[in-house]
Every structure is written in structure tokens, then in C-alpha cells.
């Protein structure tokens, strides 16, 4: 299935110095632009030729936003990371027995998935062929240790399996979530919070809210 990607910015329209209209994009509409491209055609595959033309504007008009291609991926990766670590710091994820702040990462997560979904679907196709790549792989691999953190302390509670390992059952929960973004469609039948119930119920076999 394919992912159901953000449609191009709609960039406002401005009459030139020969009268023409012509599209204007401030750095968040020229980023969509980008994101949209990048997931279509893949970070290497994307020229700064090709993002030009799909933004219908020139290649000079978007270095006068950026400094080039890997600066506009490192803005969205960062877009994508920093909804994930700020749920790390919501007081669900920090207060309370480890199960449910374990619950509530879960439920966030995916709607972090929800809210910023094509950046998160690229987030999910880095291979670490870049510097700036790589960061994003170690700034997810310390999210993961996170929630890692969260397992080992609620099978220590007593309220998931013991013989669990934290590395491989936070891999094994990621890999569902990560698998929603190639078939889930925002504002489908299925809402947000059916599909995090329904996550939440797989993982920690029950149906609770999280608090």
C-alpha cells in the first residue's frame, strides 16, 4: 500500500516585476514541498532541480531560504524528532507507575504519527547515508531507550512478562506503530484514538485509557 502523503504547500501568489503571478513560499510551505518530494522520490533520488520545478519556483529562490537539499531534511527530521521527545516530557510519560506512562507513549506516539505524518514517514525511510541522517538515527535510538527504560521498569513491577528483553519488546512496539504510517489515512474510518486503543490492546493485552 502506498503512504497518503501531504499535498504540496499552496504558496500565495505575487505579481513579479514584468506583471506575471507568480508563487511565493515562506520556509514552512517550501519545507511541505520538500517533504512531499523527498517521500516520492527518496532523500538521494531528489534534486534541487526537481524541488525547484514541484514548487514552481527557481532553484536561487529557495537557497534564499535554505542553504540546500540537507538542510530542509534536517528541518524535518527535527520536526518529526522533537514531537516524539516532547511527549518524553509530558507529565504522563514521567508520573506514575511505569505501565501506564508506558501506555501513554504508546498512545502519543501515534498521534505524533497522526499530526505529522509525512515527516514521520520520512523519519522512518532515513538510512544514515548523510551526517545529518546519522543524527537523526541516534537522537531516535535515544527515544527508543527510552521507552526501553519504561518496559524494564513495568516488567520489574510485575505488570508485563519478566523474561521480556527491553531492547527487543520496544523494537517489536515500534514496528507496529512504524508499520501504521503505510497504510493509514488521517481522517479515514478508523480514528486516531481507535487505532492507539487497538495498538495499546495488542502490546499490553488490555483496553485502558491512558491516565
Avoid at 499535498?7 to 508563487?23: D, F
Avoid at 498512545?107 to 546519522?134: K, W
Wanted: one cysteine or more.
Amino acid at each position: 500500500m502506498t503512504t497518503r502523503l501531504a499535498a504540496p504547500a499552496r504558496a500565495r501568489l505575487v505579481r513579479g516585476r514584468s506583471g506575471e503571478r507568480r508563487p511565493a513560499y515562506d520556509p514552512d510551505s517550501l519545507l511541505d514541498v520538500a517533504v512531499t518530494v523527498f517521500n516520492e522520490r527518496g532523500y538521494d533520488g531528489t534534486s534541487m532541480e526537481q524541488l525547484a520545478r514541484m514548487a514552481g519556483i527557481s532553484k536561487s529562490s529557495i537557497y534564499h531560504h535554505v542553504a540546500g537539499k540537507e538542510a530542509l531534511l534536517r528541518v524535518a527530521l527535527d520536526r518529526a524528532l522533537d514531537a516524539l521527545f516532547a511527549v518524553c516530557e509530558e507529565p504522563g510519560s514521567t508520573t506514575g507507575p511505569a505501565i501506564d506512562r508506558l501506555r501513554y507513549v504508546i498512545h502519543r506516539s501515534i498521534e505524533v504519527l497522526d499530526q505529522e505524518l509525512p515527516y514521520v514517514t520520512l523519519l522512518l525511510r532515513v538510512r544514515g547515508n548523510t551526517p545529518t541522517e546519522l543524527a537523526a538515527l541516534e537522537r531516535r535510538r535515544a527515544f527508543d531507550r527510552f521507552v526501553a527504560k519504561l518496559v524494564a521498569r513495568a516488567a520489574e513491577d510485575g505488570d508485563l512478562r519478566a523474561e521480556l528483553d527491553p531492547a527487543l519488546a520496544t523494537r517489536l512496539i515500534f514496528g507496529m506503530i512504524n508499520s501504521i504510517a503505510e497504510w493509514y489515512h488521517p481522517g479515514g474510518e478508523l480514528s486516531v484514538k481507535e487505532l492507539a486503543d487497538g495498538v495499546v490492546n495488542l502490546v499490553l493485552g488490555e483496553s485502558h485509557q491512558p491516565g
